[in-house]
């Protein structure tokens, strides 16, 4: 069956720009998370929606970045105004359980390069 | 998290030995543990996973073993071959959300 899925897979934005980057979780998959890979780094986690709440945003790193997955399932991830700190390949991942104590399937990712 | 910049840890091995990717974690509460593989270009894909109440578990061609005492764990790929090569990540439950380690990239050598 279909994975996770992401687009765009690749974004260029200058500085300053608005950004948005969508999820789409496996069908019937309860929890969702997002993450942020640096280069030559290990993901780190982001936000987390179980359904349509959000549960977790500890690990959004500014009142910049946003997120929102309003019908429980598609999800999008907004940056607003860009900084080129924020350059990394951002990661989504779902799982069937109602907790992220079960695997976690990831997408390709997006990445973001501001410039 | 952690951070070791650009310049992973690497391990090179030849085609048909076996790879030992060792990795530390840090939260002595952690009930859950995945290792992970990662390809250029491509999300992490699940490789195997370990639960708190056991210490060794085995796959196809891998083996995962946790040492809660100084927690610690490993991966064990058997016969390494060339689609082994990536970036490996352990990873352990916080709660709602995971932790991952730095990662370790295996370079397998004809």
């Known amino acids: 069956g279909a994975g996770v899925s992401q687009s765009p897979r690749y974004k260029v934005a200058k500085r300053g720009q608005d950004v948005a980057l969508r999820c789409d979780p496996i069908s019937g998959h309860v929890s969702l998370f997002w993450y942020q890979q640096a280069l030559g780094q290990g993901p780190e986690f982001l936000t987390y929606?179980?359904?349509?709440?959000?549960?977790?945003k500890s690990g959004l790193p500014s009142d910049r970045f946003f997120a929102e997955r309003p019908e429980g399932s598609v999800s999008t991830l907004k940056i607003q105004r860009t900084q080129q700190e924020d350059s990394a390949v951002y990661l989504c991942a779902s799982n069937l359980a109602g907790t992220g104590a079960y695997e976690q399937y990831f997408g390709p990712g997006t990445r973001l390069t501001v410039t | 998290g952690e951070s070791v910049g650009l310049h992973l840890p690497t391990l090179s091995v030849q085609e048909g030995d076996n790879s030992i990717i060792n990795c530390a974690y840090s939260n002595s509460a952690s009930d859950y543990f995945i290792w992970y593989k990662q390809e250029s270009g491509k999300g992490p894909q699940f490789i195997i996973d370990?639960?708190?109440?056991?210490d060794k578990r085995q796959g196809q061609r891998v083996t995962v073993l946790l040492n809660k005492t100084v927690k610690h764990l490993s991966l064990q790929i058997a016969a390494t071959q060339p689609g082994d090569s990536a970036v490996y990540f352990c990873a352990e439950d916080y709660g709602q959300n995971f932790v991952f380690g730095p990662g370790t990239r295996l370079s397998v050598l004809p």
């Open positions: 370990i639960r708190s109440n056991m």
């Open positions: 929606f179980q359904n349509e709440a959000q549960l977790d």
